[in-house]
């Protein structure tokens, strides 16, 4: 920043250093990395092509329910993500540009808008989990996609109204642009943000005005107000742009643009304030007109910002060559994106900002494929510290301490991504200007061609961020004055190991082959180099460089020398590590392009038979990103698709300490007990051992509300026939705690989906089988799945009903650490779920164990096309579990039908007899000795918790006679005391 601009800085603080504490404080308080957010109850759903849901739905004017949608989103309403009308206008400006857009051109467009048109807004109970919803919406037959509707806000940082100097028009050379670029034509752009005053001074005379719907009609009226949609676009009286927002929720949409929040006019002011009018500031594009799409609310406070989706599309249809959207968030959707490739089909350039919350992520919609993503710098080409920087950022633009216009005549100051993204809006304006017949991939690349570098620049002051701030920062008359300019970029790249298994871990060599495409002008003898831009990863290129020769403008081409790399042990794992790329014509930059791989993973897909599962490194399976579960596989069985949402191990002490990495109260994320020891590594069949065996080492940090245990898991998998269909998870569990544990419990929780997001699913422990089984109630084609316990402890099952049906707990309102350890410590507490979506709950325990000792406890997961298929399955893992693990193949035992008790021998000599119990359900027991008069003389169990199952006691633990002398011959009893019922057993003592 230039020393009068700082002098005028520094006046401020007196009067202003309140307001500057706060937002510096705001800045600092950012967090390190941003969560996604979605609009509560709102879930994108994109219906398959030609499908029974989609005809449907279009037959009933894609509103009302879906019904295939229903057993599992319940009661809900939908709309069209876009609207009828902004279809019909996207579709009426397509058919206006028939006759010059070459026939492909055209059939692409229409492409577009036929799978726009078949994506779907659903809104159920704003209470219901919208990313859990979503993904078991997408394993729908009818269904193409399904994820949560992104909730998008403003970016800005308003601070004072002061007047000071548009410091960046110097930075930009704007003057000498507008000197350069003598267009008679305007260009339009539009402002998709909170409203434009078009009423200021510097609006009123650049404002786009619809013909279709200028002056009067037939009747006489003017189109501006008659209530008709005269140019037949799908909206009513649009004749200088639309309000998509109304109040705030978007359902009360009109034709007056004018401004809520100040934001929109602010931003509007920076791409095109009109220039030459005596007063006020000036925008960047001095021959352009200006289209207000309002999708913020009408109160001045209002942040949020609804239908920007329709908003883009419906600028796009009415001849916006350039939109800038100045906010967003971090959610990405695979819908918006479809929209945005529909705009750059259209020839649109849409420009957006990167994000105001100081990380290095990505932001949307400025992360698009297609959208030139915009970073903030201030008067000294420093990063400001509230600006994100990432691989998708393409350039930076000033953003710190900007000058722009205000509702009602008046000018102030904002801070923000959302000034920088206007100003580089400004910029690809004029660029269209100066190049009409480039496409936007084209205006971008010179727009990235053409920037001032300012990663070393005066003492290297953008060090930390060098490559991810995009090109450099953007200016305006070289992008316009430079027609010589060249630009690559990395189209696409593959990635591969010498191993073949495209897993990149320690000792993989890995080759990273780009795509390359040439934008601009002819380049020669192209070198190529790599870097690494993740900080601190230690990584080293045996090959970082390559010659890919000469490449005229838009050609394509895939590299035939890789770069190579080998994956060391001092990379740590589960890194995401960003590769720069930068292409040179001998020592002149021409193009950089980022990449990314996924180094060194913490979970493994085991395939060596006909169930295919992931494990990962702390007790999870099927998934590592629970719930977003794109890290894995799932579980499949031969031919199926994944069956299996998330299964995780739970160990509890008691209700009070649980260790579990299932999904939590909230299930926005999964418990996180389990902290890895040793990543999961892969040992292959031996001729000692048969099994592929993934094992892995983890524990929870011995807190007072923690099981304190670490575990070794150890899965097995088998390639026989007569093997190929089930899977032993065995875990060693060693106590971390001082004392011993009388009883520790431990199960695995599983939210099976077989077929279509599990709906018509029945969970059932069979007690004479002693395992579960998950089956799809209404198809004969799909899998069905058991597990069952291997180890000789006793076996709890819990059969769960998901939206907790009466007499089931429910995970769809979060499965809270009371209901986890109710569901693995309550013995065969419930055996049957209704028909629906379902999970199921199988644990061990209770067993002792003592301080420093280690147990094994030992599962089984299974699968088949029918219960035949399943008892073989669990035979066969029984007898594995023998050979392999020296588990005593007798296994279990079914409960007893009713509580019994026997004291044997009877006579007995001298306390030597025994007493056996069988309980059919779960209840705390006493067991005591009395005589004749019924006076308690020997206590064998006292307050015992125990499950169904028969236990053995000998009659010589009871305690010593409570009397205080030795018990003489004769007739006593045994009275056993439960939860249901008392039973008494009369012995006979011999001395």
């Given amino acids: ?67 295939s949608l229903v057993p599992i989103a319940g009661a809900h309403t939908s709309t069209g993500y876009q609207s009828d009308a902004v279809l019909q206008a996207v579709t009426r400006a397509v058919d206006a540009k028939h006759a010059t857009l070459q026939s492909s051109g055209i059939a692409k467009i229409r492409e577009h808008i036929r799978s726009l048109k078949r994506i779907a807004v659903i809104e159920v109970s704003s209470a219901v989990n919208v990313r859990m919803l979503a993904s078991k919406l997408t394993s729908l037959t009818d269904v193409e996609y399904a994820e949560p509707m ?20 110097r930075l930009l050379k704007t003057a000498d642009a507008w000197e350069a670029v003598q267009a008679v034509d305007s260009i339009l752009i539009a402002i998709i943000d909170t409203g434009i005053d078009y009423n200021h001074d510097e609006f009123k005379n650049l404002m786009f005005v619809n013909k279709g719907e200028d002056g009067n009609d037939a009747q006489g009226k003017s189109k501006r107000s008659n209530g008709v949609d005269d140019d037949n676009n799908g909206y009513i009286d649009d004749w200088h742009g639309w309000d998509f927002a109304g109040f705030s929720d978007g359902t009360r949409q009109d034709n007056d643009p004018l401004p809520g929040n100040r934001h929109g006019t602010h931003v509007a002011g920076l791409a095109a304030a009109q220039s030459n009018n005596i007063s006020g500031g000036v925008g960047i594009c001095n021959r352009a007109k200006l289209v207000a799409c309002k999708v913020g609310g009408d109160p001045s406070f209002s942040t949020s910002v609804v239908n920007t989706q329709q908003a883009i599309l419906y600028a796009g249809a009415i001849g916006a060559k350039v939109i800038n959207c100045s906010w967003g968030s971090t959610s990405y959707s695979q819908a918006d994106q479809e929209t945005i490739n529909t705009l750059v089909s259209l020839g649109v350039c849409v420009v957006a900002a990167s994000g105001n919350n100081g990380n290095e ?20 080409d420093r990063k400001t510290s509230f600006s994100n920087y990432h691989s998708t950022v393409a350039l930076s633009s000033p953003g710190l301490y900007i000058l722009s216009t205000y509702p009602n005549n008046e000018y102030g100051y904002e801070d923000g991504t959302s000034m920088a993204s206007p100003i580089a809006a400004g910029v690809a304006a004029m660029v269209r200007l100066k190049y009409p017949s480039f496409t936007p991939e084209e205006v971008f690349a010179m727009m990235q061609a053409t920037t001032d570098n300012i990663d070393g620049k005066r ?20 992008a316009v004055s430079t027609p010589d300019a060249k630009f690559m970029k990395v189209q696409s790249c593959a990635l591969a190991d010498d191993d073949g298994d495209n897993v990149f871990d320690n000792g993989d060599v890995v080759r990273i082959i780009p795509t390359y495409k040439n934008l601009l002008g002819t380049v020669a003898n192209v070198r190529t180099v790599i870097s690494v831009a993740t900080s601190k990863i230690p990584l080293t290129f045996q090959t970082s460089s390559a010659r890919i020769g000469s ?35 001998d020592t002149v930059v021409i193009g950089r392009g980022m990449i990314t791989a996924f180094l060194k993973p913490t979970y493994r897909t085991l395939r060596n038979n006909d169930i295919h599962i992931t494990v990962n ?29 998330e299964a995780g191990l739970i160990a509890a002490r008691n209700a009070e300490r649980i260790s579990d990495v299932a999904r939590g109260s909230t299930q926005d994320e999964q418990g996180f007990s389990f902290r890895m020891k040793s990543p999961l590594v892969l040992k292959q069949p031996t001729m000692q051992t048969s099994a592929l065996i993934a094992t892995t080492d983890y524990a929870d940090n011995n807190m007072f509300y923690e099981a304190g245990i670490g575990v070794t898991q150890n899965v097995y998998q088998y390639s026989s026939d007569t093997r190929a269909n089930f899977i032993l998870s065995n875990y060693l569990v060693r106590s971390l705690s001082q004392t011993s544990v009388d009883s520790m419990y431990l199960g695995v929780y599983s939210d099976w989906d077989i077929g279509e997001s599990g709906k018509n699913n029945q969970a059932t422990f069979d007690a004479q089988r002693g395992y579960y089984y998950v089956r799809n109630t209404a198809s004969t084609t799909l899998p069905y799945v058991g597990m069952q316990l291997l180890s000789n402890q006793p076996v709890n099952a819990y059969m769960i009903d998901n939206d907790a049906t009466t007499g089931s707990i429910g995970v769809y309102d979060g499965y809270t650490a009371m209901e986890k350890w109710a569901s693995i410590s309550s013995g065969l507490a419930r055996t049957v779920s209704k028909i629906g979506d379902v999970s199921a709950v199988i644990g061990a325990g209770p067993f002792p164990i003592a301080a420093g000792d280690t147990v094994g406890v030992c599962f089984s997961i299974f699968a088949g096309m029918n219960l035949d298929d399943l008892d073989k399955a669990a035979a066969e893992a029984r ?39 069988s309980l059919p359900r779960q209840t705390v027991i006493d067991c005591e000795i009395i005589d004749l008069l019924g006076n308690t003389v020997g206590i064998v169990s006292s307050r015992e918790q125990k499950i169904q199952g028969t236990y053995t006691y000998s009659m010589d633990s009871a305690s010593p006679c409570l009397c205080g002398k030795t018990l003489s011959q004769g007739l006593y009893f045994v009275r056993l005391r439960t939860q249901y019922g008392i039973l008494v057993e009369p012995f006979f003592l011999i001395r």
């Fill in 1 to 67: 920043m230039t020393s009068d601009i700082q002098q005028q800085r520094f006046t401020m603080v007196g009067r202003y250093g309140i307001a500057l504490f706060f937002l510096i404080m705001a800045i600092a308080a950012l967090p390190a990395r941003s969560t996604p957010s979605y609009q509560p109850g709102k879930i994108i759903v994109k219906l398959k092509e030609n499908s029974p849901s989609c005809s449907a739905w279009f037959s009933a004017g894609r509103s009302g329910a879906i019904s």
């Fill in 617 to 645: 490194s702390n007790g999870n399976f099927g998934y590592n990103d629970y719930p977003t579960n794109r890290q894995g596989d799932g579980m499949t069985y031969k031919q199926s698709g994944s069956i299996l949402f």
């Fill in 361 to 380: 992520e990505a932001f949307y919609p400025a992360g698009y494929s297609g959208v030139l993503s915009v970073c903030a710098t201030g008067g000294d």
């Fill in 879 to 917: 007898l594995a579990a023998k050979e392999t693990l020296g588990i005593n193949g007798a296994g279990y035992e079914p409960p007893p039908p009713a509580l019994t008790m026997t004291v044997y021998p009877n006579p007995g000599l001298d306390f030597t007899s025994l007493i056996k119990i």
């Fill in 150 to 169: 992104p909730a998008h806000r403003l970016l800005s940082t308003p601070n004072d109204t002061l007047f000071r100097d548009q410091y960046y028009h």
């Fill in 551 to 585: 490449f005229s403008k838009g050609e394509q081409r895939t590299a035939t020398e890789p770069f190579l790399f080998t994956v060391t042990d001092t990379i740590p794992e589960n890194a995401e590590v960003s590769f720069m790329v930068t292409m040179y014509e």
């Fill in 459 to 478: 003492g290297n002051i953008n060090e930390l961020w060098s490559g991810k701030m995009g090109t450099g920062r953007v200016n305006v008359l070289r």
